[in-house]
T-cell receptor, first 113, second 113 residues
Framework: GAVVSQHPSWVICKSGTSVKIECRSL??????MFWYRQFPKQSLMLMAT?????????EQGVEKDKFLINHASLTLSTLTVTSAHPEDSSFYICSAPMNTEAFFGQGTRLTVV | AQTVTQSQPEMSVQEAETVTLSCTYD???????LFWYKQPPSRQMILVIR??????QNATENRFSVNFQKAAKSFSLKISDSQLGDTAMYFCAFKEYGNKLVFGAGTILRVKS
């Protein structure tokens, strides 16, 4: 199957700093990528949909200025958590659709201290 | 909006036995896809099985099979000959128009030796 690579796997940052998470489709072109947030033992919550060459679409309640999404190419989407705070600590997962399936990155565990 | 309901937050099964995870969904669409994903402790999302709504035959993948009841909007997952490696969180998901996946709340499955 297709491969989606997400980096970093985990990151610890200081409160007030920004963190960038990358999601790459390695063997296919992804015009769309989805970004999810997941709390322990809970479901994946869709944050936003990134579209190559256009602005991302954010779900209701997600601060677009806090979570900056850029889809610069057909194989790369990035999520930047700006001015991170401890409440932003979570597990973030990207996903890219191909045909009728979705392929997921490995996820990024963000800890803000 | 489409919704996916998993009514079993946690389940346990003895190794080598069979377990069924339930899932119901709500949609007004006629053509759609249903999925079961497994999320082990590594938190990598793994596709277990998929079902196209237009297909009446239930999908099977080795020890995994589904009972798809379109009229009842039910999509349960049966795991036969449970193995310790099946211990994970399982998500039922519905694919709506535009490639967006809608996830259920998840079921934590523990396989006991």
């Amino acid at each position: 199957g297709a491969v989606v690579s997400q980096h970093p796997s985990w990151v610890i940052c200081k409160s007030g700093t920004s963190v960038k998470i990358e999601c790459r489709s390695l063997d296919f072109q992804a015009t769309t990528m989805f970004w999810y947030r997941q709390f322990p033992k809970q479901s994946l919550m869709l944050m936003a949909t990134s579209n190559e060459g256009s602005k991302a679409t954010y779900e209701q309640g997600v601060e677009k200025d806090k979570f900056l999404i850029n889809h610069a190419s057909l194989t790369l989407s990035t999520l930047t958590v700006t001015s991170a705070h401890p409440e932003d600590s979570s597990f973030y997962i990207c996903s890219a659709p191909m045909n009728t399936e979705a392929f997921f990155g490995q996820g990024t565990r963000l800890t803000v201290v | 909006a489409q919704t996916v309901t998993q009514s079993q937050p946690e389940m346990s099964v003895q190794e080598a036995e069979t377990v069924t995870l339930s899932c119901t969904y709500d949609t007004s669409e006629n053509n759609y896809y249903l999925f079961w994903y497994k999320q082990p402790p590594s938190r990598q999302m793994i596709l277990v099985i998929r079902q196209e709504a237009y297909k009446q035959q239930n999908a099977t993948e080795n020890r995994f099979s589904v009972n798809f009841q379109k009229a009842a909007k039910s999509f349960s997952l049966k795991i036969s000959d449970s193995q310790l490696g099946d211990t994970a969180m399982y998500f039922c998901a519905f694919k709506e128009y535009g490639n967006k996946l809608v996830f259920g709340a998840g079921t934590i499955l523990r396989v006991k030796s």
